[in-house]
């Protein structure tokens, strides 16, 4: 294909799809608000005290247009301005109550559009949609802020998320054969009852080679369970860890669960700061000698305000 038939497919595409999605008109998801004005809402209660300045870099937007859109949402009280505690200079931005509600609503509201924008395609489809979608982003990401990608799982995953789990955590803490043997129950389980309008896993990729991967699976109708965050030690300190869990926020959000649980152990220094970080809440600990000795479970759970 030339260059010139590459650009028309492009812009092609770009026609369907803002027209599928429903982009074109003044308000989004038959709300009083434009799509620009949702995404600032939704950057708002994702991104820990942002501020005008870091809005314009993550939505590349004009200053001025962002500062008229901005003063628009806080006269109607959906969001709010404070000083910075650690530099006076700065003015954090932040979903007020009344925010907050509004882009819970309007989360639900994108889950219930999705579902049925998905529901036109055929099920045994649907995964390759999402990782053509996957696909697409990790193109134009730039590489330098972020060399690896995230992707839905494919055959042969779940072999090597079983095998990887065991052979780390056997070298790195020592723990025997049944933590392997629990592993693989994990992944049978979530292939054998798999929802994937409520539950996820998550494959890191850097270079083609599999680095990491995290899950999300329902406990119940309002319970998300967070399982098997692993990452390769080649690539620890790249954030990949940080971005997995996040993922699994984002989406549990979007499912509309109201609360995610996870169990792990005390040894997992590492991942129990990146739960902490995430606002994960230590609620139980018991001893446990279950592929290990000396070990230490724990029951960490993160309300997601819904």
Not at 57 to 71: C, F, Q
Not at 238 to 249: N, S
Request: net charge positive; hydrophobic share 40%; with cysteine.
């Amino acid at each position: 294909m030339s260059e010139p038939d590459r650009v028309a497919e492009v812009r092609a595409f770009n026609r369907f799809y803002t027209r599928l999605i429903g982009v074109l008109g003044d308000s989004h998801l038959e709300s009083p608000f434009s799509l620009a004005q949702v995404r600032v809402l939704y950057e708002l209660a994702n991104q820990p005290a942002p501020t005008a300045t870091t809005l314009c870099s993550e939505l590349a937007l004009d200053p001025g247009y962002l500062s008229r859109m901005l003063r628009e949402l806080e006269r109607r009280n959906l969001v709010t301005r404070r000083r910075s505690a650690s530099d006076a200079r700065r003015q954090e931005l932040a979903l007020t109550a009344a925010g907050k509600k509004v882009i819970r609503d309007l989360d639900r509201k994108a889950t219930t559009a999705i579902e049925g924008m998905l529901g036109r395609v055929p099920a045994d489809r649907q995964p390759e949609v999402t990782q053509a979608m996957q696909q697409i982003r990790a193109a134009f990401e730039p590489v330098t802020t972020e060399p690896y990608l995230l992707r839905m799982h494919r055959p042969g995953d779940m072999g090597w998320v079983v095998h990887r789990h065991g052979v780390l955590y056997s070298q790195e803490y020592g723990w025997d054969e049944r933590f392997e043997g629990l592993v693989a129950k994990i992944t049978a389980d979530f292939v054998a009852r798999f929802d994937p309008a409520r539950e996820r896993c998550w494959i890191a990729e850097r270079g083609g080679a599999i680095v990491g991967s995290i899950f999300l699976v329902a406990r119940s109708k309002t319970v998300a369970q967070l399982r098997l965050l692993y990452v390769e030690p080649s690539t620890r300190g790249l954030g990949i860890g940080r971005r997995l869990v996040a993922e699994c926020t984002r989406f549990a959000r979007q499912a509309g669960y109201r609360k995610i649980m996870l169990w792990t152990n005390d040894v997992l220094v590492s991942a129990r700061k990146i739960y902490e970080a995430e606002g994960y809440a230590l609620i139980a600990e018991e001893p446990h000698e279950e592929f290990g000795t000396g070990l230490v479970g724990q029951t960490w759970e993160l309300t997601l305000g819904q």
